[in-house]
């Protein structure tokens, strides 16, 4: 009866971690005038069918790997073949914790185990009460005296596959059963009179993993009384610790009853392995092995910004392409914290991009909010003229645009269409996370595509855009979350116009608004060191404090405004906070206070009305050109008709430490000034400035 509790047990409780992704097909791009990425380089096998002695199958994988037709010990693609604890490379007759090569019991968890073994208590079994371990062993709790050596995968000399069958081979990692599981069609099905999965890849060619049971202390799983016998019941290792629990490893689960994933398994149990050839076959950009460039869209926005066609991993608009962790430049089919890139295991322990010392390993912080071009996965795989999308420019695409929720070629998407009739699609791809087991991920009913920028109030999510067929918005996303990735091109500087005024430090004057595309048009509103706009703008949405106004997180010089005494002297707005740099590109930037002087100086203003009654002020130079700035309140203000006064941001904060930015103001009473007694969260207007003519 024990053993029925722990079979079905095993079946209904265990959660699964497997994250499902889709797979296009072969990853082909499209022609167009971009920047060319550099394809990929990876050793090729000969052209035969075997690895030291020992044959494979190619079932055309997107990472190329090789899959061996037959399991270690077995001589028949059917064969069970032998058993091996996980790091052990013999097969032996007791699989249990007293004979696990990698583990140490003394006296008192022996007796532990003993009486639990007699009385059969309810409550944690006795071997999670020490620690035991002496390889392998992340945290001091698990290791024996404390024992930690932060290994993450087997080493060669404990993987199996190479062990008993040659460097050619090794044991798979969870990611390539992942890749394996979700990429290539499965059935259960009996052949040889052996029950077992089978694998048929698109290009015809096959693989099967009989369904062989497991070992553990009890022998091999045998239980006829709960219909449950060997051949119903199936696991296989691979090389991969599973770092949340020190006790298990990760294993393909199968079970012919229906429920299949990659889950973790108790390391000192017996499964089968299935090796793969630890070279894979080479996967090239094209037939000749040069590289090709991807296609974008000038939709005339504002910024000038150019829209790729597809995501990163795709081969159309309609395709999903790969999922991406936040920060992480390859795709993968597992998403989870502890194996995400910057954390130690746990969404509290980040070790890049972090600016709370409750978020950060061992209290760390490094003040960096946007992706750094090592870290962006459009530059890395598409070229240095891609990039993620800043939030920005995700706005920009979304009020510039007409949007509509539609099927293209039978998958469901947004179709954003701008004035000038170009479009682009984005599909629904959903999201892939840790606890997703189903293949749909959502796909179909959302879609959620990464921005270049993490949440300042809460360091472990980072910023998206989010859409379905009710709603498309700037939102959030823990970063290890599987998310799919537009790329955008930064706009060029020949789509934005500048006046010379003449002035002393040779300032130019960009004609329009950050967002507008005529100089009587009002443009976005940004609140002071954010790129983009919002629907509120309140201290509760500031990204740079803790939900009210002294608690800043960031450019802060008195500790009482800072949070918890926080202070970075930083007076001046950093290229990646200043919304005309990140929406118009690095030749532009919001003027300073000096800058907003300089020009109420040095020209007449006039209180105007241009021809389709918009008001605003006039600056004429003494060298005869001119420049026009709207009047375009606030968010806050709410009177009818023309609005009567603008305020515009400058990049510079005043050092009085109140916290308060340099804005310019003027009204219809003709009063201008460069004024600072105003909350950095409220949402004002954007002119970029120049220093040096566009080439």
Known sequence: MQRIVKALAAVMLLTAVFLVAGCDGPKNNNNGEAQQTKPEVTQEVDNGTSVDGHEFVDLGLPSGTLWATCNVGADTPDGYGDYFAWGETEPKTIYSLDTYKYSTIDDRLAALIEEENDEDEPGPPARYLYPIFTKYCLVPKSGYNGFTDDLTVLQPNDDAATVNWGKGWCMPTNEQWAELYNCIPNKLVTQNDVTGLLFTAPNGNTLFLPVAGEHDDEGLFEEEEAGLRHENLGRYWSKSLYVSSPFSAWHLYIYSFGNRDVRGGDRWCGFPVRPVCSIKKAVKADGEGHAQAHTFVDLGLPSGTLWADCNIGADSPESYGDFFAWGETEPKYIFRWDNYKYCHFENDELTKYCNDTSYGYNGFTDGLYI????????????????????????????????????????????????????????????????????????????????????????????????????????????RQNGLLIRPVQYAADDKHEYVDLGLPSGTLWATCNVGATAPEEHGVKVAWGEVAPKEAYEWYNYNYCRGEINSFIKYCLDATGGYNGFVDSLTVLLSEDDAATANWGGGWCMPTAEQWRELRKHTTMTWVKSQDSNQGILFTAANGNSLFLPATNSMDDEFPGPSIEGAYWSKTLNDSGAGHPWVFVFNCATEYNVFYDVDRCGGFSVRPVRSTPKK
């Open 371 to 478: 992706l750094q071009k090592d870290d962006d996965a459009a530059k890395v795989n598409w070229g240095s003229e891609w990039s993620v999308p800043n939030d920005g420019q995700w706005m920009e695409l979304y009020q510039n645009t007409t949007s509509a929720w539609t099927t293209q070629n039978g998958v469901e998407g947004q179709l954003f269409t701008a004035p000038n009739g170009n479009s682009i699609f984005l599909p629904a791809g959903g999201i892939r996370r840790d606890v997703e087991r189903s293949k749909s991920g959502y796909h179909g009913v959302y879609g959620e595509y990464w921005s270049n920028s993490f949440n300042q109030r809460h360091s472990e999510d980072a910023h998206s855009f989010r859409m379905d067929s009710y709603d498309s918005k700037l939102f959030v996303s823990a």
